[in-house]
């Protein structure tokens, strides 16, 4: 298996191939709209303005499973980040990162780069960077501001 074999939900449930971004630069983030480390949105947001053009993708999947910290729908976790962000990249539908009902998207990351806590996610806005061959090359923890990364996308593309 490699990245491109999974399937994901985009915002509106309907099912999407991984295949669609090969040949591009990923970065993969399970996000929040109620964390502390929401502002990094913006963060997020410049790296797309700044890359897009080049090959990056940001692939951005709310999820609750921290401290109930992405309570809304879909629908509403768009029109926030949309509003308070400007958020243009994708957006899918939301998901769990963790134990049982894990997006398998998730699992595979997490078996390809382990974090602090081995093969689990310590927090919302944990980050992996994939390069244009599916390649998982670092994973980042929620600390890391998006701004921290730019470099190493630079670099990727």
């Given at each position: 298996?490699?990245?491109?074999?999974?399937?994901?939900?985009?915002?509106?449930?309907?099912?999407?191939?991984?295949?669609?971004?090969?040949?591009?630069?990923?970065?993969?983030v399970n996000t929040a709209t109620g964390c502390g480390f929401t502002p990094q949105y913006k963060g997020l947001q410049h790296l797309y303005d700044k890359y897009k053009?080049?090959?990056l993708e940001i692939l951005d999947f709310p999820c609750n499973q921290f401290a109930?910290?992405?309570p809304g729908t879909e629908q509403e976790i768009t029109e926030f980040c949309q509003i308070n962000y400007g958020v243009s990249f994708p957006m899918f539908s939301?998901?769990?990162?963790?134990?049982?009902?894990?997006?398998?998207?998730?699992?595979?990351?997490?078996?390809?780069?382990k974090g602090s806590l081995g093969g689990t996610i310590k927090w919302n806005f944990t980050k992996f960077l994939v390069d244009r061959e599916g390649n998982i090359i670092e994973r980042f923890a929620p600390n890391i501001e998006p701004e921290q990364i730019d470099s190493k996308i630079a670099e990727l593309l």
């Open positions: 298996m490699n990245i491109y074999d999974y399937m994901v939900k985009d915002r509106s449930g309907n099912e999407i191939s991984m295949e669609k971004y090969k040949g591009n630069v990923l970065l993969i053009d080049r090959g109930n910290q992405a939301k998901i769990k990162v963790n134990g049982k009902g894990a997006e398998p998207l998730f699992t595979y990351l997490k078996s390809q780069k």
